[in-house]
């Protein structure tokens, strides 16, 4: 089991907002920056969101991060048929001395 | 525009060290503007982070791999590498090496290379 918590799947249109969550403690999310990641099928993933809410150079707007005590949020407002992937959440955690993962989001397009 | 390629053996035997190298092109792992790290991927699984080396060859690594991890650094050859030992079906993975400019991310990836451990 992660120790960031994430939904197994998620699902929108393209005229929708859709909503990731993740949620960890203290030690990680807490007092710590939060990435996001979206693994195509079959690839390497690639980083969408980096301190918490940046997007990096060639990150399409629509990506959006967010985070409120120990808990983060990625938003895809109209996510497109390319969305779809794995999204995972990321952070350092102090108690752990480590980087953690969130088990990932599966998101569909429908 | 970094770019990072893994490579080493596809099948490694149970017991045996795994020995992957990350060869880095567009950059220079001496600089002081990246940390160096592993990743990996159980197929149909999420990722785990391995362990990461600063620019300084300090070393970091996951705590419950710690005693058959090592991280080190080639700067003639601009690569890095991981020497996994004493691997078992559970180390079986896609391994990835990354890069960034904090420990804590990686915003360039290698495509990963997949290993499998069978006798």
């Known amino acids: 089991q992660s120790v960031l918590t994430q939904p197994p799947s998620a699902s929108g249109t393209p005229g929708q907002r859709v909503t990731i969550s993740c949620s960890g403690s203290s030690s990680n999310i807490g007092t710590n920056y939060v990435y996001w990641y979206r693994q195509l099928p079959g690839t390497a993933p690639r980083l969408v969101i980096y301190r918490n809410n940046e997007r990096p150079s060639g990150v399409p707007d629509r990506f959006s991060g967010s985070k409120s005590g120990t808990s983060a949020s990625l938003a895809i407002s109209g996510p497109r048929s390319e969305d779809e992937a794995d999204y995972y959440c990321?952070?350092?955690?102090?108690?752990?001395?480590?980087?953690?993962f969130g088990g990932g989001t599966k998101l569909t397009v429908l | 525009q970094l770019q990072l390629q893994e490579s080493g053996p596809g099948l490694v035997k149970p017991s045996e060290t795994l020995s992957l190298i990350c060869a880095v092109s567009g950059g220079s792992i001496s600089s002081n503007l990246y940390y160096w790290g592993w990743i990996r991927q159980p197929p149909g699984k999420g990722l785990e982070w391995i362990g990461g080396i600063s620019y300084t060859g300090n070393t970091y690594y996951k705590s419950s791999l710690k005693s058959r991890v090592t991280i080190s650094a080639d700067t003639s050859k601009n690569e890095f590498s991981l020497k996994l030992t004493s691997m078992t079906a559970a180390d079986a993975a896609v391994y990835y090496c990354g890069t960034g400019q904090h420990l804590d991310y990686f915003d360039y990836w290698g495509q990963g290379t997949l290993v499998t451990v069978s006798a």
């Open positions: 990321a952070a350092w955690d102090g108690s752990l001395s480590a980087v953690i």
